[in-house]
């Protein structure tokens, strides 16, 4: 009986190892045409595509649905992917969120950049809006061929900002479980217009 439990908290303890999450390793969306999209990040973003990879079947069930895979650097590390799947019907997004909602935002160094990096877009035909502040950084907004919006962003906030915004973070979270309206313990943040 001894043994047992002693095995049990043997496993116990096992199951209590930490997880520690060290990156994004990729996140994937799809797009409506796999060519179009590396061009697309390349000529607006300077983003070089790093890898394919593509099947003419699904690896599980092996039925015959062909996809490309393409993987983009989003700088540091990171990678935004992308699958194209000409046998699905047409990609559409979720009607019962508002479409500003969803977004993939990636960081520049900083103002100047925000700024160059608009300037550069508008003249490249891309519909951007912002600059928009948002306290401890400032972004602007746009959408790719495929429909996702994407954000550039550069944070402006001090060190302490961000410590006093982490600090809050919890008591913000309880407050909204409860009351579904905006709690005003980081307020702040919007007196900067
Ligand atoms: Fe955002």
Redesign the pocket.
Known sequence: MLLYIKLCQYLHKKELVMIKIEKVHHVAYRCKDAKETVQWYKDKLNMDLVLAIAEDEVPSTKAPDPYMHIFLDAGMGNVLAFFELPNSDDMDRDQNTPAWVQ?L?LKVADVDALVAAKNSLVENGVDVLGPVHHGVFK?IYFFDPSGHRL?L?ADIGTSEQYQQLNEVAHAMIDEWAITKRAPKHAAWLHDHD
Do not use: Q, R
């Open positions: 977004h935002a972004s954000e962003a």
